[in-house]
Each structure stands twice: as structure tokens, then as C-alpha cells.
């Protein structure tokens, strides 16, 4: 069975442009997390999706947006790129709503902002 | 606020040796506490979790307890190998459920041959 998947692995932007990042869950998943890892630092929850809703959203700006499609896959969108948005974005799902089931986490985007 | 403390920061053991990291949570109502490996270059994977209704639980040469009154959890690595050379997160969930871990700092073990 296929874990979660993200995509791309690395992207390059400059300051001030928008970045996308894309997540598929493990199959049956509805719930799907984001995190930022930035370097050197721990885990720091972004957002999080069930059932193409945004039921919560950690303390980030506006900026940092999402969605999740029917297909409970979903993205993650950072508008007007600033350099300290520079980290590795993880992407998790779940089969339970909440942090209390068992959340499986994908490879990461890593994210350079120049 | 919610708040999980890791320590060590970094531990360095010699292969067959065993290897605790220690977490302390600021919410006493937090139920759900998993423990995560990150090799360089890879998302974390999930080892063991525990919940507040048991006080330890054990897998093969992974271990984890747990001390609700102390607020304290934490990951025994047994007879350790290169190959568990990593950063390990602790995390605990808030009671409400907001969907959210929150991540020690992590610890970088290395599992010297």
C-alpha cells in the first residue's frame, strides 16, 4: 500500500512569489495535516483537512492557504514568499479525525525561498 | 500554552547499548503521545505511540512509558544498532481535538559501531 505521497520533493522560489504543494494521503485516509520543519527546529502544525474542510489552522499569517479535493487529497498554498518560509513542508493523513489517531507523514517538500 | 519538552537534545551510544530520550507535556488532559523517526533526508515515521490509559507498552527493541501524574513519557531504545541512528520527536495530543501534535525539539541519536 502506497504511503503519503507529495510532490514536488524541492522547489526553488523567489521572494514574493506564490508556491504550491501538493499531498496525497494513504488510501482510506481523510484527514490530512500540514507541517513547516524549518531548519534546526521541530514540527510546527500549519493546517489541518477533513472531508474538504479546514478544521483547524496553526498560528501562521493568512498567506499560508490550502485545500482538500474530494479525492481527499490536498494543497498547500504560500502567497507572497518571504525567505523565512524557507523549511521542509510535511504533508500527514490519518483514518480518524484528530491528532489522536495515528498520523502517517509523507517525505516533505522542501521549500527554498531566494 | 501547550508545550512538550525533549531531552537530551543529542545522545551518543555505543551499538548494543541502550538509549532513553525523555518528554515532558505542559497539558495534564493530553492523551495520545507518539514518538517519530526522522532519517536525514525523510518525512518521520511513526515507531510506537501510547495512550493515557496504559502506562507502558513495548515493541521488539522499541519501548515506551508513560507517568501521567509526572506529566513525563518516554522512548527506550534497546540493544541499538547503526541503523537507529536518527532524530526521534516526541509529541503529545491536545484533549480537545484540534487536530494538531505538538513536537519536542528532537533528539539526534548516533549509534556509534
Known amino acids: 500500500e502506497a504511503g503519503v505521497t507529495q510532490s514536488p520533493t524541492h522547489l526553488i522560489k523567489t521572494r514574493g512569489q506564490q508556491a504550491t504543494l501538493r499531498c496525497s494521503p494513504i488510501s482510506g485516509h481523510t484527514s490530512v495535516y500540514w507541517y513547516q520543519q524549518a531548519l534546526g527546529l521541530g514540527l510546527q502544525f500549519l493546517l489541518w483537512?477533513?472531508?474538504?474542510?479546514?478544521?483547524n489552522r496553526g498560528n501562521f499569517p493568512p498567506r499560508f492557504s490550502g485545500r482538500q479535493f474530494p479525492n481527499y487529497s490536498s494543497e498547500l498554498n504560500v502567497n507572497a514568499l518571504e525567505l523565512e518560509d524557507s523549511a521542509l513542508y510535511l504533508c500527514?493523513?490519518?483514518?480518524?479525525?484528530?491528532?489522536?489517531?495515528?498520523?502517517?507523514f509523507g517525505q516533505g517538500t522542501r521549500l527554498t525561498v531566494v | 500554552g501547550e508545550n512538550v519538552e525533549q531531552h537530551p537534545s543529542t545522545l551518543s551510544v555505543q551499538e548494543g547499548d541502550s538509549a532513553v530520550i525523555k518528554c515532558t507535556y505542559s497539558?495534564?488532559?493530553?492523551?495520545?503521545f507518539p514518538w517519530y523517526k526522522q532519517e536525514l533526508g525523510k518525512g518521520p515515521q511513526l515507531i510506537i505511540d501510547?495512550?493515557?490509559?496504559?502506562g507502558e507498552k513495548k515493541d521488539q527493541r522499541i519501548a515506551v512509558t508513560l507517568n501521567k501524574t509526572a506529566k513525563h513519557f518516554s522512548l527506550h531504545i534497546t540493544e541499538t544498532q547503526p541503523e537507529d541512528s536518527a532524530v526521534y520527536f516526541c509529541a503529545a495530543s491536545p484533549p480537545s481535538n484540534t487536530g494538531k501534535l505538538i513536537f519536542g525539539q528532537g533528539t539526534t541519536l548516533q549509534v556509534k559501531p
Open positions: 483537512y477533513d472531508e474538504g474542510e479546514e478544521r
Open positions: 501510547i495512550r493515557s490509559n496504559v
Open positions: 500527514a493523513s490519518s483514518s480518524g479525525q484528530g491528532a489522536r489517531t495515528e498520523a502517517f
Open positions: 497539558d495534564s488532559a493530553s492523551n495520545y
